[in-house]
T-cell receptor, first 114, second 109 residues
């Protein structure tokens, strides 16, 4: 398995509080991604990074921000959590930018916003 | 815009029966298609991709551009095949990887 660690694995928080999820990789891959997984929606891309300090929005980026200050870490922040952000969040990495370089996923973080 | 449709949310078969998980796509360019699988309590992982034309764990998938489909097939299902399966389409870059909503396959003994 690719060396991807997500923390925390589970988180319960209250509406309106900030939350930061961490993705740490030991593969030195350039590309990193944050997805959310919801029943009936599959996986949807929130943000992605194509290098240190280089990030861009995915299809469901509203309410989320990201930062990548080091190759190995990609942080996802919910500035003010809402109940609609209750989900399972997956980090993924890839070595190259292209479909010949498949995504490797972390184990996920289950976030509950009450 | 690119779109992936998996019409079945749930699919249940008996062990030894053939299984087909359907995937249809919409994309104006030349698509690259994948199947990802998530077993219980495990991370999502790549199962196969159409450019490789390979068989993984007995599964195959053929890209049919005429029908815009990439159905996943296995002639004899096993209990360990029970999992969530996602079809995904790439518009040439990983950040343009679009997933379907997934099909939960249950193989009964």
């Amino acid at each position: 398995d690719a060396g991807i660690t997500q923390s925390p694995r589970h988180k319960v928080t209250e509406t309106g509080t900030p939350v930061t999820l961490r993705c740490h990789q030991t593969e030195n891959h350039r590309y990193m991604y944050w997805y959310r997984q919801d029943p009936g929606h599959g996986l949807r891309l929130i943000h992605y990074s194509y290098g240190v300090k280089d990030t861009d929005k995915g299809e469901v980026s509203d309410g989320y921000s990201v930062s990548r200050s080091k190759t190995e870490d990609f942080l996802l922040t919910l500035e003010s959590a809402t109940s609609s952000q209750t989900s399972v969040y997956f980090c993924a990495i890839s070595e190259f930018q292209g479909s010949n370089s498949p995504l490797h996923f972390g184990n996920g973080t289950r976030l509950t916003v009450t | 815009a690119q779109r992936v449709t998996q019409p079945e949310k749930l699919l249940s078969v008996f062990k030894g029966a053939p299984v087909e998980l359907k995937c249809n796509y919409s994309y104006s360019g030349s698509p690259e298609l994948f199947w990802y699988v998530q077993y219980s309590r495990q991370r999502l992982q790549l199962l196969l991709r159409h450019i490789s034309r390979e068989s993984i764990k007995g599964f195959t998938a053929d890209l049919n551009k005429g029908e815009t489909s990439f159905h996943l097939k296995k002639p004899f299902a096993q209990e360990e095949d029970s999992a969530m399966y996602y079809c995904a389409l790439s518009g040439g870059s990983n950040y343009k990887l679009t997933f379907g909503k997934g099909t939960l396959l249950t193989v009964n003994p």
